[in-house]
């Protein structure tokens, strides 16, 4: 029981301090699930979220569901995506209900002014950080590059970027065991 | 019945949507401002300024806020958040069971070998996205990120920590 309670309450943090996006889970879900409680290695982080990227839906429901899944199965998938999902419930419905001016709030627009940028540096470290884990090498350097431009600069969408990588990878270790 | 297109209408959201929240949002506004007319254009994009201002994932935010407006009640709101879930349970669970029974098997690894960088590089292309205007409205913009960059990835600052310094910087500073 204690430790559905803590997973609950892991995503609850990662789904309350997740501003702008699906990519700026990533960083939290790291420094928590990989780095705080080690339950799923580096490796395996990078594998999950391919596998979140090409799912259908939402990247960081995707994320808690395997996580949790991979943790305690069907309970810990509920579990894990109700604790990330449920912060975001709250707090829209409250703005719905009592604050509907948020948006021109001078307040909310300063804090907002530092948080964003810090944002974009959150999501930057991973790059640098997981490059290890990656297993690169100066054979498949090129790749990160690349996909990267694909997707900012020809604005390809993620989803065809992570099949052909996948296709990519499969072929070209099959011809590497020949 | 308002219950049922709400429902039906974010399971398709949820099942077809790849790719994150920045899609899911044209897709939300196709359903939800020109098909079923429940919100106008101007109310619409009200709804996405504040998913991107509150926590959580964008697309969840999205949900329960159109969820909610189109019925003008909390359980609109819920059952367009546990609908735009749902396809994703059914379709992780299913790849999660598979992963974990092949993830040793020698084409399972080949594939992922090639995922790996690649997914490094989506990482960064979301990074490089999120530079614009709209981020980085003057120098001291530039200096929050090289500082966050750095507490984070050298000082191992965690990312609630820097959340919450950065939101107290820009209080101070604007």
């Given at each position: 029981?204690?430790?559905?309670?803590?997973?609950?309450?892991?995503?609850?943090?990662?789904?309350?301090?997740?501003?702008?996006?699906?990519?700026?889970?990533?960083?939290?879900?790291?420094?928590?699930?990989?780095?705080?409680?080690?339950?799923?290695?580096?490796?395996?982080?990078?594998?999950?979220?391919?596998?979140?990227?090409?799912?259908?839906?939402?990247?960081?429901?995707?994320?808690?569901?395997?996580?949790?899944y991979?943790?305690?199965?069907?309970?810990?998938?509920?579990?894990?995506?109700l604790?990330?999902?449920?912060?975001?419930?709250?707090?829209?419905?409250?703005?719905?209900?009592?604050?509907?001016?948020?948006?021109?709030?001078?307040?909310?627009?300063?804090?907002?002014?530092?948080?964003?940028?810090?944002?974009?540096?959150?999501?930057?470290?991973?790059?640098?950080?997981?490059?290890?884990?990656?297993?690169?090498?100066?054979?498949t350097?090129?790749?990160?590059?690349?996909?990267?431009?694909?997707?900012?600069?020809?604005?390809?969408?993620?989803?065809?970027?992570?099949?052909?990588?996948?296709?990519?990878?499969?072929v070209?270790c099959?011809?590497?065991?020949? | 019945?308002?219950?049922?297109?709400?429902?039906?209408?974010?399971?398709?959201?949820?099942?077809?949507?790849?790719?994150?929240?920045y899609?899911?949002?044209?897709?939300?506004?196709?359903?939800?401002?020109?098909?079923?007319?429940?919100?106008?254009n101007?109310?619409?994009?009200?709804?996405?300024?504040?998913?991107?201002?509150?926590?959580?994932?964008?697309?969840?935010?999205?949900?329960?806020?159109?969820?909610?407006?189109?019925?003008?009640?909390?359980?609109?709101?819920?059952?367009?958040?546990?609908?735009?879930?749902?396809?994703?349970?059914?379709?992780?669970i299913?790849?999660?069971?598979?992963?974990?029974?092949?993830?040793d098997?020698?084409?399972?690894?080949?594939?992922?070998?090639?995922?790996?960088?690649?997914?490094?590089?989506?990482?960064?292309?979301?990074?490089?996205?999120?530079?614009?205007g709209?981020?980085?409205?003057?120098?001291?913009?530039?200096?929050?990120?090289a500082?966050?960059?750095?507490?984070?990835?050298?000082?191992?600052?965690?990312?609630?920590?820097?959340?919450?310094?950065?939101?107290?910087?820009?209080?101070?500073?604007?």
């Open positions: 029981m204690k430790f559905y309670i803590d997973l609950f309450f892991i995503f609850f943090k990662i789904g309350a301090f997740t501003l702008g996006g699906g990519y700026a889970m990533l960083p939290l879900i790291e420094a928590e699930i990989v780095t705080k409680h080690k339950w799923i290695s580096p490796k395996e982080f990078l594998d999950l979220t391919a596998m979140a990227q090409a799912a259908p839906g939402i990247l960081a429901v995707n994320m808690a569901i395997f996580v949790g991979k943790l305690r199965s069907f309970l810990g998938a509920a579990v894990a995506t604790g990330a999902v449920l912060p975001s419930f709250v707090i829209i419905l409250l703005i719905a209900l009592f604050f509907h001016n948020f948006r021109e709030n001078p307040i909310v627009e300063r804090i907002f002014k530092g948080i964003r940028p810090a944002v974009v540096a959150l999501i930057a470290v991973p790059v640098f950080r997981l490059s290890r884990s990656a297993g690169i090498t100066w054979k350097f090129w790749i990160v590059p690349l996909c990267a431009l694909a997707v900012w600069w020809a604005k390809i969408s993620p989803v065809y970027v992570v099949l052909a990588a996948g296709i990519g990878g499969y070209c099959r011809k590497g065991e020949k | 019945m308002i219950y049922w297109q709400i429902f039906k209408t974010f399971f398709k959201i949820g099942l077809f949507n790849f790719g994150g929240g899609p899911m949002i044209s897709f939300i506004q196709n359903e939800v401002v020109f098909k079923y007319g429940w919100l106008n101007a109310e619409f994009t009200d709804i996405v300024a504040v998913s991107q201002m509150t926590p959580g994932p964008v697309g969840i935010n999205m949900a329960t806020y159109t969820g909610y407006a189109a019925s003008d009640s909390v359980w609109g709101a819920a059952l367009a958040t546990f609908a735009v879930c749902l396809p994703s349970f059914v379709v992780m299913l790849i999660a069971r598979y992963f974990l029974k092949y993830q098997h020698p084409c399972v690894k080949a594939v992922f070998r090639g995922l790996r960088p690649a997914i490094i590089g989506l990482i960064a292309a979301a990074a490089l996205l999120l530079c614009d709209e981020n980085f409205v003057d120098i001291k913009s530039y200096f929050i990120f500082l966050s960059f750095l507490l984070v990835f050298k000082y191992k600052c965690h990312p609630i920590m820097l959340i919450l310094l950065a939101g107290a910087t820009g209080l101070i500073c604007y």
